[in-house]
């Protein structure tokens, strides 16, 4: 198998507080993890890809020092949205990809983020 | 031009029906391609990897088109399970690790 899991699956917090998602791979070791934000009715953007032992790689137009990506293991990434703003709510979705493959990426359940 | 499109729906279709839905990617070196499935307010599941000479898992086929730089995915015999939104997915490698989505195509099976 390859089994994703993203820890909170939702979680409310109020505006400036910081807030941390864990991504981790349960059967297979993942030197690369992805961060997705995904807003209502909208397709998957890609965030940030994280890789095991180095810094994260930023999309354009994401602040890398409001989200924070740690990737310490190879079975573990996290995110920590800095200072949340109430535009910061989405769902936020982590994927992993097993070393051997097609690229394709197995994802997390989400962590559904609102920001009040 | 977007990177990958999809007509959004929904394809509204009986049950049992055969439905079909393409999509177009732009980038012509674009390496992989899959189709992913999407419940409301759930993760992206991976329903089958495009490869080049097209392949089947059940009711689902898929087909790539290099020339004409699109992807299909067929779904016969339908069941009211599989009322999903439906994503292209593409990988461009060439360092971007990541996978560039379609918006979905959002399928509802109707008894």
């Known amino acids: 198998g390859a089994v994703v899991s993203q820890h909170p699956s939702w979680v409310i917090c109020k505006s400036g507080t910081s807030v941390k998602i864990e991504c981790r791979s349960l059967d297979f070791q993942a030197t690369t993890m992805f961060w997705y934000r995904q807003f209502p009715k909208q397709s998957l953007m890609l965030m940030a890809t994280?890789?095991?032992?180095?810094?994260?790689?930023?999309e354009q137009g994401v602040e890398k020092d409001k989200f924070l990506i740690n990737h310490a293991s190879l079975t573990l990434s996290t995110l920590t949205v800095t200072s949340a703003h109430p535009e910061d709510s989405s769902f936020y979705i982590c994927?992993?990809?097993?070393?051997?493959?097609?690229?394709?990426?197995?994802f997390g359940p989400g962590t559904r983020l609102t920001v009040t | 031009r977007k990177e990958v499109e999809q007509d959004p729906g929904p394809f509204n279709v009986p049950e049992g029906a055969t439905v079909a839905f393409n999509c177009t990617y732009s980038n012509s070196a674009s390496q992989s391609f899959f189709w992913y499935r999407q419940d409301c307010r759930k993760e992206p599941k991976l329903l089958m990897s495009v490869y080049s000479s097209g392949n089947e898992d059940g009711r689902f086929t898929a087909q790539l088109n290099r020339a004409s730089q699109y992807i299909s995915l067929l779904i016969r015999d339908s069941k009211l399970s599989d009322s999903a939104t439906y994503l292209c997915v593409v990988y461009s490698g060439g360092g971007a690790d990541g996978l560039t989505f379609g918006k979905g195509t959002h399928l509802i099976i109707q008894p």
């Open positions: 994280s890789n095991e032992g180095s810094k994260a790689t930023y």
């Open positions: 994927s992993a990809r097993r070393p051997q493959g097609f690229y394709e990426q197995y």
